[in-house]
Antibody, heavy 119, light 107 residues
Framework: EVQLLESGGGLVQPGGSLKLSCAAS????????MSWVRQAPGRGLEWVAG????????YYADSVKGRFTISRDNSKNTLYLQMSSLRAEDTAIYFC????????????WGQGTLVTVSS | ETVLTQSPATLSLSPGERATLSCRAS??????LAWYQQKPGQAPRLLIS???NRATGIPARFAGSGSGTDFTLTISSLEPEDFAVYFC?????????FGQGTRLEIK
């Protein structure tokens, strides 16, 4: 069964940085696009960033463009999200998700990691 | 961006009843509309893709319909485990967007 396990969340001050990881298993990781989706406390879902299978093409929501960087290490079956210049409004649970571009869905999700931006 | 508006915000029903959830898009998304279920403390789970295709392992009581801008998720006879929050999502238009969710609660 496909498993995605996020880590790296925590408390960070405004303006600070944090790097999230997502380890994949039971998945031909290097053949699938991946995304990060976040959910602010008690709120809905917001797609944040996406990455092609080989890592050569990246996509970002306007709200994080220039501050967040998505990357992957296919040799380690791991997806990353480097977050900098963090703001209070970036506080959320961050999920990694496997893309299914043929159907336009996110078909597998991790359990999420909480990022809290506060002084 | 394409705004997805879900209604109602909250739906109060009893087990065994039929639930009808709506998702309306601000511009056409063709048939590429998905539905997810989320329970407290859990990740979203894909239920329906391409408007009406049930994902692997999803019971037949879940049915999706619609195209263009108007979509419906129907749960034919509610089971206790169906009470959760449901989100719709599109990727036809960039960026991918989600609806704000419908909370299905026990009456």
């Amino acid at each position: 069964e496909v498993q995605l396990l996020e880590s790296g969340g925590g408390l960070v001050q405004p303006g600070g940085s944090l790097k999230l990881s997502c380890a994949a298993s039971a998945l031909s990781f290097n053949t699938y696009a991946m995304s990060w989706v976040r959910q602010a406390p008690g709120r809905g879902l917001e797609w944040v960033a996406g990455l092609s299978p080989a890592g050569g093409t990246t996509y970002y929501a306007d709200s994080v463009k220039g501050r967040f960087t998505i990357s992957r290490d296919n040799s380690k079956n791991t997806l990353y999200l480097q977050m900098s210049s963090l703001r209070a409004e970036d506080t959320a649970i961050y999920f990694c998700a496997k893309d299914d571009p043929s159907e336009g869905t996110f078909d597998y999700w991790g359990q999420g990691t909480l990022v809290t931006v506060s002084s | 961006e394409t705004v997805l508006t879900q209604s109602p915000a909250t739906l109060s029903l009893s087990p065994g009843e039929r639930a009808t959830l709506s998702c309306r898009a601000s511009q056409t998304v063709g048939s590429y509309l998905a539905w997810y279920q989320q329970k407290p403390g859990q990740a979203p789970r894909l239920l329906i893709s391409v408007a009406s295709n049930r994902a692997t392992g999803i019971p037949a009581r879940f049915a999706g319909s619609g195209s263009g801008t108007d979509f419906t998720l129907t749960i034919s006879s509610l089971e206790p485990e169906d009470f959760a929050v449901y989100f719709c999502q599109q990727r036809t238009n960039w960026p991918p967007t989600f609806g704000q969710g419908t909370r299905l609660e026990i009456k």
